[in-house]
């Protein structure tokens, strides 16, 4: 057994790692105590990387068209179509859409090979979806891409400002920092965000700002601090919408708290206007001075593990390299340290024009890597109609089937988390490394590598590189044109690392603890854009992530542990609109939008406002015949960022009728046909299908061959339905009512490959001795259930720290802590009426 440090797969935290490798494709993971991002915590998805380790669904070679392929024809195929395009079309037919999910070595070499030698600035990353508009804001105050905080002013913050951020969810290791501030030193936080979102419920305030009503509200903050005589600005005061009580604690909590963080996220980023609110947030602390010191500043909380490296090397579209533009000095010296002939003359397409390009014909060469924009991308209904039409489509990814691969022409098997080997920078500009656990599994290859095989077959030079560590050496060193324009970012320092360095280089930050310290900074004037009503779509649509998920689950839908916290996506709805629609709990509706509709499970829900729902982001094809969340939001974007608007779009909702409801367990992955409705998630044996559907059940579609045991309960309207191999091993079950109750699934779910069950036991989906019912599962990472936890608060336990201490929830990732807090209130206020 060997150990490993590396950086975790997912958000922008970057969480160091301690992974002790137990087998070939087999890996103990545990935070990495000595890091400075997490000091050994980590969330859910952190703590579970093991589970998504395994080859279930790689690309393990090349494919042209549908059939296997080497790399020298892949790569000669790749090369040719590329320089064909360049020939006949110009270097502006071909464009790369890169992730955050690639290290910066791989992204590095992508911006050099098409802004240097293809010679377009048309390579945009699916960062342009979450961090644009905090780019966008950064380089308008500060003259550079800077974040100018670290997580240290967290722990040094008298008060934190929560903006469009479900920490608790989302960045849950740096809730736990905050969480830890509070009781360390009574750090007041408030939370501005349109939902009661867990994070809200622990906030000593909740703002409940109106969708897009951030800049109001900033820019209100300014006048009453001008006012106060605490802050310098010209700003003129605008409708908030936020009742005065509330606004009156807010400001005047910032008024009495001048060591004050402000922490925002996707939700003021992913809106049309975006980029003011960023500058509205970063006006607020330059107008009063709060920044530059400890526990002062606008905190921008990435969302991936490298968007931040991604911008650094200028993997936007309207980024040259380095955090520089596309002056005449700028490109001189970049084309000098390239030694490119063809360097392109300006930006490059952002990310919604880009795929308007493709659909229109113009871009007629991409390759997509890392990503899944069939998904990811809003109005993913026109950008799969874009990939379809695509002369040229070159997807390099892990897996071999996802909602965009569906359309390459030609896929390229790349290394995954676990195999990869090079750097990412977090949120605070810290860089860390990402080692390799494992060897590479089949065929695939390092993206960096693939890119610089394709560069040399095009004949250009410079892309030789040996290893991770000669490219990161190159970007290093390239950091000096970076310096010489006036920018912050230097990593000059590292550019003559050895392999042998680089190998076990430690954790550091660039730019120090408070970057922008006696640099020129500026306020930036903001408008207040409300986005217009549309009586057919009388609701405001917000999207966005679950706890335990991530992206478009290609990784932790993999996960049975991750799958247990939102098993189906579902529509949050308030109980006045949902009454209003005839929506129902648990029952099946459509969200409509001009852009598109999708079927979701209802859940009502008081903490969503009233005329406003919220769906996931992350279901694909691949996992349900619905919950598509980004077929919903339109293509309009902020008009400085190209950043899309994810988070307000009108809509509306409807009831959606079945006959029958049932749920199915497999050992394997189908895709269901001629249903209503299906959904599917993990579950350690196999998968778990949701399902609901009209007129007869097609149980012989939907089951695996074998001896099949069958129970009927013709008043309910039920089916109970069992598949046993030749050996008595439970291989499938079908389980189907049309008025009755379904059984619970937990136990049944771990028949899914075993012996010994009897067949009644099977068939009502419960043991002749029923063991205690945990009910649904509060804490993944300790598997503890609401039951568990409701039985320890009867018992006495009356505070988050006892319950942790009785049964170990929310003591890992601590992401569970704000539904253990509503239980004990919720209990209190029990007894309290009962007492009554």
Request: net charge negative.
């Amino acid at each position: 057994m060997s150990q490993v440090r590396t950086t975790c797969a997912y958000c922008g935290v970057g969480c160091g790692i301690s992974a002790e490798i137990v087998g070939e494709r087999s890996v103990n993971i545990k935070g990495d105590k000595d890091h400075p991002a997490n000091f050994g915590k980590l969330c859910s998805k952190g703590t579970h990387l093991g589970e998504t380790v395994g080859l279930e669904g790689r690309l393990l070679y090349p494919i042209v068209g549908n059939r296997r392929a080497g790399w020298d024809e892949a790569l000669d195929l790749v090369a040719g179509k590329m320089r064909e395009c360049i020939a006949e079309h110009g270097p502006d037919s071909v464009a790369f859409y890169v992730s955050g999910q690639l290290l910066t070595e791989d992204y590095y070499v992508a911006n050099k090979l098409m802004k240097g030698f293809v010679g377009s600035g048309n390579i945009d990353t699916n960062s342009r979806l979450c961090m644009a508009s905090a780019v966008a804001a950064h380089n308008r105050a500060f003259g550079e891409d800077v974040v100018p905080v670290t997580y240290d002013d967290l722990d040094a913050a008298d008060l934190i400002l929560l903006v469009g951020s479900n920490t608790a969810w989302c960045h849950p290791v740096i809730w736990q920092r905050i969480e830890a501030a509070r009781d360390r030193r009574g750090t007041k936080i408030v939370v501005i965000d349109p939902r009661r979102t867990e994070t809200a419920e622990q906030a000593d305030l909740h703002v409940p700002v109106l969708p897009d009503g951030d800049v109001a509200l900033f820019n209100a903050l300014g006048v009453e601090m001008a006012r106060r005589g605490l802050a310098e600005c010209e700003l003129t005061d605008a409708d908030h919408g936020i009742d005065a009580d509330t606004f009156s604690q807010l400001a005047d909590l910032v008024a009495s708290h001048p060591k004050m963080v402000t922490v925002f996220s996707m939700g003021a980023n992913q809106s049309v206007a975006g980029t003011d609110k960023g500058n509205a947030i970063i006006n607020l602390h330059l107008a009063t001075g709060r920044i530059n010191a400890p526990g002062m500043g606008p905190f921008s909380m990435t969302g991936q593990p490298n968007a931040m490296g991604g911008r650094e090397v200028g993997g936007l579209a309207n980024m040259l390299a380095c955090h520089l533009g596309f002056s005449d000095a700028e490109r001189a010296d970049v084309a000098a340290f390239w030694q490119a002939q063809r360097l392109c003359e300006g930006p490059g397409l952002k990310a919604v024009d880009l795929f308007r390009a493709v659909h229109d014909g113009r871009v007629k060469f991409l390759w997509v890597m890392a990503t899944n924009p069939a998904v990811s991308m809003p109005d993913a209904g026109f950008v799969r109609q874009a990939l379809a039409r695509c002369e040229t489509l070159v997807v390099s990814d892990v897996l071999a089937h996802t909602d965009t691969a569906a359309f390459a022409h030609i896929r390229l098997p790349a290394l995954a988390w676990g195999e990869k080997d090079g750097t990412v920078t977090n949120s605070e500009r810290r860089i860390s490394r990402q080692r390799a656990l494992f060897a590479a599994p089949g065929e695939a290859r390092a993206d960096w590598a693939i890119m610089a095989d394709v560069a040399q077959q095009m004949g250009f030079a410079g892309f030789g590189w040996a290893s991770a560590a000669a490219v990161f050496r190159e970007y290093a060193a390239m950091t000096a044109l970076s310096v010489k324009h006036g920018k912050v970012l230097d990593l000059t320092g590292k550019a003559g690392v050895s392999d042998a360095e680089y190998a076990v280089m430690e954790p550091f930050l660039w730019g120090g603890h408070h970057p922008m310290a006696g640099r020129k900074m500026q306020q930036v004037p903001v408008d207040v854009r409300r986005r217009p009503g549309d009586p057919d779509f009388p609701l405001r649509l917000n999207t966005g992530r679950y706890r335990d998920q991530w992206h478009t689950m290609t990784r932790t839908g993999l996960s049975p542990t991750l799958s247990q916290h939102r098993r189906e996506p579902l529509l949050e709805v308030h109980p006045g609109d949902a009454a209003d629609s005839g929506l129902k709990e648990g029952a099946l509706a459509r969200v409509v939008t001009a852009s598109g509709a999708s079927l979701f499970r209802v859940h009502v829900s008081e903490a969503q406002s009233r005329g406003q729902v919220f769906v996931p982001m992350h279901w694909s094809d691949a996992m349900a015949s619905g919950g598509r969340g980004n077929l919903l939001p339109d293509q309009s974007v902020d008009p400085v960022s190209g950043q899309p608007g994810f988070k307000n779009n009108a809509c509306r909702i409807e009831p959606v009728e079945s006959d029958w409801r049932g749920f199915l367990l497999r050992s394997d992955a189908i895709v269901p046909q001629g249903l209503v409705w299906w959904s599917r998630s993990a579950v350690a044996p196999g998968w778990l299908y949701e399902m609901a559907g009209q007129g007869a059940v097609d149980a012989d579609a939907l089951l695996p061959t074998g001896e099949q045991v069958e129970a009927v309960d013709t008043a309910r309207g039920m089916r109970r339905l069992a598949v046993l191999d030749a050996e008595g091993m439970l291989k499938a079950a079908l389980f189907v009512t049309r008025k009755g109750q379904l059984p619970p699934r937990e136990w049944i779910s771990g028949q899914l490959g075993a012996r010994g069950a009897a067949l009644p036991e099977l068939l009502a989906a419960r043991p002749s001795m029923p063991a205690p019912d945990r009910g649904p599962v509060v804490c993944v990472c300790h598997g503890i259930g609401e039951n568990q936890i409701a039985a320890l608060v009867a018992q006495g336990a009356d505070s988050v720290a006892e319950i942790g201490q009785a049964c170990g929830a929310g003591t890992n990732c601590g992401s569970c802590r704000p539904v253990l807090a509503r239980m004990l209130r919720n209990w209190t206020d029990t007894c309290r009426e009962a007492a009554e």
